[in-house]
């Protein structure tokens, strides 16, 4: 057997079909060449296929907002592996370049045939999650060095380049979760409600470490206004965070005198008011109360998340909205309240922190509504 064709039979990609089935499947599809330093995909192109690589090697490398560093390699791949798989459940453009390391033959996979090669060969999809899986596993190496060897260079540099990397690799594990959502919805009619609720909680991932690079890097991002259902947004933070709270004997309190529409950006203010949660929630003992209130006075919204526990220590009090500034968490980053506060004043309103007495800690999120 040549090397050419072992490369489609060796573990990967194709593992579990035959011979005969492989041959059948690649012999319908277009094959590519490219000579040694051809830049094959270019970052925010149209995508709409997967690439399995034949021959020859090729680097990923994704652009950064640096004119120190224009460019971070992600990954250098080889025969048997592939890239482009996100184009397969999307249409959004390419989101890293790829560059021909030397002479390369590719195969090229039509969104279309894959899915239906995933249909007729299930394998396939349990093939692609093994080896993202293997990526994934490197790159929290990968990821881990390099944050040890930048941070204490330039913190929020580090952070923005390892935040650059991540996105293109985080999103690989992601775009299995979907296409294996989207796999299950047509197998299984009437699923569609629990699909499509892991389809949005797999974008939200990405969107959060989208806003972890727009903050390192200083970028502002325009805000999605839209009408909300005031009424139904904050219950949906009831039921969201309800049975946790209550599991760690923490009431959970909403107290919403809005009626009427109101407008922001739903997602980014609902991130907002879940990381205050979670930041109460864990500054707590059992026993205690977390408060969610809602108002409306001269054309301004106010949210509130309040808590009767210990409150923040004064001597970070006047800092907590500094990167890094954190106190009592193991694994915090202290990100949180920065991005937080820049998510709300994108839509030019304001966070602010007040201490309670005798104890107690409140944030008021306050957004004008002229913005709509």
């Known amino acids: 057997m040549s090397s050419e064709k072992t490369v489609f039979y060796k573990p990967g990609l194709f593992e579990g079909m035959t011979e005969k089935e492989i041959d059948a499947f690649s012999a319908k599809l277009k094959r590519m060449k490219f000579p040694r330093g051809t830049q094959i ?5 149209p995508a709409d296929s997967l690439f399995f690589i034949c021959k020859g090697r090729v680097e990923i490398n994704k652009g950064l907002k640096n004119f120190e560093t224009p460019a971070a390699q992600l990954s250098i791949l080889e025969p048997g592996d592939f890239f482009g798989e996100m184009s397969v459940v999307d249409e959004e453009p390419r989101s890293a370049s790829v560059l021909a390391l030397e002479a390369v033959e590719l195969l090229v996979i039509p969104k279309e045939v894959f899915i239906e090669l995933s249909f007729k060969h299930p394998p396939v999809m349990l093939n692609l999650i093994r080896t993202l899986s293997s990526r994934l596993r490197s790159t929290n190496e990968l990821f881990a060095g390099l944050m040890d060897d930048m941070i204490s260079q330039n913190r929020l540099k580090a952070i923005g380049m390892a935040a650059s990397k991540i996105i293109h690799d985080i999103k690989t594990p992601l775009t299995v979760i979907v296409l294996t959502a989207q796999l299950v919805e047509n197998l299984f009619p009437g699923s569609d409600e629990f699909t499509q609720s892991i389809v949005r909680q797999t974008r939200l991932i990405d969107q959060l470490v989208r806003e972890i690079l727009d903050f390192s890097q ?21 039921e969201m965070n309800e049975v946790a709270l209550k599991g760690r004997d923490i009431s959970f309190v909403v107290e919403n005198k809005v009626d009427d529409f ?91 922190y007040i201490p309670l007495e005798p104890t107690g800690s409140r944030f008021d999120i306050r957004i004008p509504q002229t913005i709509k």
Request: aromatic share 6%.
């Open 41 to 45: 995909i270019t970052e925010n192109e």
């Open 262 to 352: 109101v407008y922001f950006d739903e997602n980014k203010i609902r991130r907002v008011l879940m990381n205050l949660i979670k930041n109460a929630s864990e500054a707590i003992d059992a026993g205690k109360e977390i408060k969610l209130t809602a108002s409306m006075t001269s054309g301004w919204l106010q949210i509130s998340v309040i808590d009767n526990g210990p409150g923040i220590p004064p001597r970070i009090r006047d800092r907590i909205f500094e990167p890094f500034v954190t106190e009592g968490k193991v694994h915090g980053t202290g990100l949180g309240l920065p991005i937080c506060r820049k998510l709300v004043q994108e839509h030019r309103g304001r966070l602010e």
């Open 218 to 238: 200083g970028v502002e991002s325009t805000p999605l206004i839209q009408k909300v259902d005031l009424i139904r947004f904050v219950e949906d933070l009831r």
